[in-house]
């Protein structure tokens, strides 16, 4: 008798848990953007023609280089008393507003479920708060652009 081999399960987009650290680079203190409603990344390579005469008509190509971004909208939250926002909310948009050394904040991202798939790196922050009717919930979208290398991580949150 053969043992029926599991149907795969599609992965969801609300897999990815983002962290932001609110310590410093020698004693980081890593702790969730929570309320994200939306999430993307992506690491796209600056790709170069490298061909030659000598590739007989074939296009050559070569990685120069690599950047990497974060989009993510999240629904902005306040304490109970709502007299102040959630401190990792409000540690973006400071970093969104410093210069030099107050203007980078490192981050990193896995998989909720503990798979393989984590990153982190540094990033510079980009704050637009979306405005709406007074209806709406009051949401932020930021852009962390990428300063310096993406590191593939162990996921922290793996078995």
């Given at each position: 008798m053969t043992t029926p081999t599991p149907t795969p399960v599609t992965a969801l987009a609300r897999r990815w848990r983002l962290e932001v650290n609110m310590g410093n680079a020698t004693t980081p203190d890593w702790q969730l953007c929570p309320a994200i409603t939306e999430f993307q990344w992506t690491a796209e390579p600056n790709v170069e023609d490298s061909s030659?005469?000598?590739?007989d008509g074939w296009?050559?190509?070569?990685?120069?280089?690599?950047?990497?971004?974060v989009t993510a909208t999240f629904n902005r939250k306040t304490s109970a008393d709502s007299t102040v926002y959630h401190p990792v909310h409000e540690k973006?948009?400071?970093?969104?507003?410093?210069?030099?050394d107050e203007s980078e904040v490192g981050v990193r991202w896995m998989d909720r479920n503990g798979l393989p798939e984590a990153y982190q790196g540094s990033v510079l922050v980009q704050w637009a708060p979306s405005g709406g009717a007074a209806t709406d919930l009051d949401q932020v979208e930021v852009t962390l652009?990428?300063?310096?290398?993406?590191?593939?991580?162990?996921?922290?949150?793996a078995a």
């Open positions: 030659t005469y000598d590739d296009a050559g190509n070569t990685k120069t280089g690599q950047a990497f971004e973006l948009r400071a970093v969104a507003f410093g210069w030099g652009t990428g300063n310096g290398p993406l590191a593939q991580i162990d996921n922290p949150l």
